[in-house]
Structure formats: C-alpha cells, structure tokens
T-cell receptor, first 120, second 113 residues
Framework: DAGVIQSPRHEVTEMGQEVTLRCKPI?????LFWYRQTMMRGLELLIY????????DSGMPEDRFSAKMPNASFSTLKIQPSEPRDSAVYFC??????????????????FGAGTRLSVL | AQSVAQPEDQVNVAEGNPLTVKCTYS??????LFWYVQYPNRGLQFLLK??????LVKGSYGFEAEFNKSQTSFHLKKPSALVSDSALYFC???????????FGTGTRLLVSP
C-alpha cells in the first residue's frame, strides 16, 4: 500500500482565500484523523472519523474549519476564509478498528507526509 | 483525562552512547502507550507500543521502551545512538473509550558525531 496520501504538499495562499486539503487513507482503514502541528501549540487533533462519520470535532478551532469524508477513500479539510494564524503543517492519519487486523495493529495510526500551509 | 508528559524539550547525546527520552503518563484504567518519531518534513512514524504483557517493549530501528507502572513512566531507550536517530520523538496515550491518541509535546533528540 502507498500509505496515507496527502495533497498538496505545500500550499501558499492569501488571507481570506479558501483552502482545501485532501487526504486518501490507507485502503481498508476504518478511522481517519486530521491533526495540525505548529511550533507554539505542538500536535493538535482537529477531528476524526469512523467509517466516514465524524466522531469528535472538538479540536476544530472555529467555524472557518470544516471537514468531510464522503467515502472511505477520501477526506477534505477546508478553511474558509483562511487567516495567517492558520499557517501550520496539517497531517492526516488513518488506522484500523481495534477489533480488526489483530493485536499487532491495534490503535496504530499511520500518518501522511503532511501539507505545509502558509497564509500570507 | 488521559495525558502524557515529556519533560525534556531536547536531549543531546553523542553517537555510540545510550539514549533515553522520557515520558510519564496519567491515565484511568490500563494504559495503551505509544512512541512515534518524526523526521524533518515527514509525518509521524510508529516506533513501538505497550498494551499489556512484558514491561520491556522492542520496536523499530533498535529502539525499546520500558513500562514502569509504579513510576507511571514509559521511557524510550536505545543502547547505542546513531546520528540518523536525530529527530522529534512523541509519546502518546490512547484516550479511554476512544480511538484517538493524546500526544505529548515532543522531545527533540540530537545525536552528535
């Protein structure tokens, strides 16, 4: 498997523009997670899905952020309108449900390479 | 709430020397603990985990971690550090009843030649 695939790898945009980040999880995985990483705040969980359904979005900073998972192989994180403080690296990760895949895979999250977002 | 603490922002060690990256945890119930590594401009990579069983867990790249219930610690160790081990290391704990992980703040490991 190619692993978790994120696009684009880098995004530079101007304040006020809409930004869409994309993620393709590992095929067959049940969970998908969106994280944000900054120097100031470290690694933050924004939202996660189970079988395409959002389970916990308590980490989403504000209404400007939205995430969708229309099917098992694709998710988007959208920021509208974007602000300079949204500049960060955004990671997507996926995992198997604990009852699947055996103990060796239990709760292991596999991360994509990230999207580095710069809002000017 | 479940949490982990990484008390050191940075650890410096000479190549060939043993290394330890510290992690302490606070959980209700049995802990599911993890170590991840992040190389520059890359996503996090799984190193090892503890769920139950032996207190010494072996993982990728020669790393191991020791689970200590009495000290609520899960320190990452390696007998002989390599320059290529220089990276950012995260400790994490699984949240109770959920599949999400709670990550520590990360420790930067610098291995000098």
């Amino acid at each position: 498997d190619a692993g978790v695939i994120q696009s684009p790898r880098h995004e530079v945009t101007e304040m006020g523009q809409e930004v869409t980040l994309r993620c393709k999880p590992i095929s067959g995985h049940d969970y998908l997670f969106w994280y944000r990483q900054t120097m100031m705040r470290g690694l933050e969980l924004l939202i996660y899905f189970n079988n395409n359904v959002p389970i916990d979005d308590s980490g989403m900073p504000e209404d400007r952020f939205s995430a969708k998972m229309p099917n098992a192989s694709f998710s988007t994180l959208k920021i509208q309108p974007s602000e300079p403080r949204d500049s960060a690296v955004y990671f997507c990760a996926s995992s198997l449900a604990p009852q699947r895949g055996g103990r060796g895979y239990k709760n292991i999250q596999y991360f994509g390479a990230g999207t580095r977002l710069s809002v000017l | 709430a479940q949490s982990v603490a990484q008390p050191e922002d940075q650890v410096n060690v000479a190549e060939g020397n043993p290394l330890t990256v510290k992690c302490t945890y606070s959980v209700s119930g049995n802990p599911y603990l993890f170590w991840y590594v992040q190389y520059p401009n890359r996503g996090l990579q799984f190193l090892l985990k503890y769920i139950t069983g032996d207190n010494l867990v072996k993982g990728s790249y020669g790393f191991e971690a020791e689970f200590n219930k009495s000290q609520t610690s899960f320190h990452l160790k390696k007998p002989s550090a390599l320059v290529s081990d220089s990276a950012l290391y995260f400790c994490a704990v699984r949240d109770v009843g959920f599949q999400k992980l709670v990550f520590g703040t990360g420790t930067r490991l610098l291995v000098s030649p």
